[in-house]
């Protein structure tokens, strides 16, 4: 009929706050360009453990994650490789160049994430006990919450004592000054491994690989504000999306495994159970529990 404007159907939200169990190239599709604020995530690597016999394509999925990630947005993507023959097999730095050369990332850092405590391998070299945390960034990165860490001597006023130069002649400036309270960390985060990773959280335990919660806290913290939405495309027991809703995050979690899907519903319910964060009913308004961002985070002297 002549004079009528017929509007097209709204696309409806995609769900938030949702551990998604399926294909995370086939999920991603149902969401738009610039949705997610920030991606923390620990890609299965060089088959070093069996993921319920199902593997990923990392180059169309570097670029699903830039695509939905916000211009300003972070992608953490922690990794390492594996020795073949001898050799490491460089597949982080390989997928670091490709996520910068390919993609379009920045490389922002490159940051390590060292354990404390790591498993014995009894091979001909020192131990490993580190792997790499790379922070890609869509273009100049929105938010960085640095975290604290307190100085020893903090606040206090010292003396300084006169320095000599190298002809043997006293240098006599002399005063006092005042030492900083605290200073940004810098950016190798160490961490326990193993059953001290995760809180009165034992089910977790059922997947074989999973990141201690403090990594993902730190990070979350770092590149995110009350109120982001927060995507790990391959969630495993839910470590990301457990932290976020910690930190009044939303998230999306991905896996490709039922039955890590169902561990990581199982400890997202458990968690905000245990905390009265707010009622299952209303689980998708969790935006609405935000605060204001803040400059720094101060942290205990751990590292």
């Not at 017929?6 to 969401?31: F, Q, R, S, V, W």
Request: charged share 25%; hydrophobic share 35%.
């Amino acid at each position: 009929m002549a004079g009528v404007i017929t509007l097209a159907a709204e696309k409806p939200m995609p769900n938030i706050n949702t551990i998604h169990c399926g294909n995370h190239l086939d999920i991603l599709k149902e969401y738009p360009d610039g949705f997610f604020d920030m991606v923390l995530t620990s890609p299965p690597y060089d088959n070093l453990r069996d993921y319920e016999g199902y593997d990923f394509q990392f180059e169309p999925l570097a670029h699903e994650l830039y695509r939905v990630l916000k211009n300003g947005g972070v992608c953490v993507w922690v990794v390492n490789d594996a020795t073949v023959n001898g050799s490491e097999t460089l597949t982080s730095f390989k997928q670091a160049i490709y996520f910068k050369e390919n993609v379009g990332f920045n490389v922002h850092d490159t940051m390590i994430y060292h354990k404390e405590n790591p498993i014995p391998q009894n091979a001909n070299r020192y131990e490993q006990s580190f792997e790499y945390s790379f922070i890609l960034s869509k273009g100049r990165i929105n938010t960085f919450n640095a975290l604290k860490r307190k100085c020893l001597h903090g606040g206090k006023r010292i003396k300084r004592t006169p320095e000599k130069k190298t002809d043997g002649v006293e240098n006599q400036r002399e005063g006092n000054s005042i030492t900083t309270k605290a200073f940004t960390m810098h950016n190798i985060f160490t961490y326990k491994i193993g059953t001290n990773c995760t809180t009165k959280d034992a089910i977790a335990f059922n997947h074989h690989a999973i990141f201690p919660e403090k990594l993902a806290e730190d990070h979350i913290l770092s590149w995110s504000n009350p109120g982001d939405i927060i995507l790990d495309p391959m969630c495993g027991s839910g470590t990301t999306c457990k932290m976020a809703v910690k930190h009044q995050r939303q998230y999306v979690g991905i896996d490709i495994a039922e039955k890590y899907c169902d561990i990581a519903e199982e400890r997202i319910r458990k968690f905000t159970q245990q905390t009265n964060m707010f009622d299952m009913a209303g689980y998708n308004n969790c935006v609405q529990r935000t605060s204001k961002p803040r400059a720094a985070v101060e942290i205990p002297a751990r590292y």
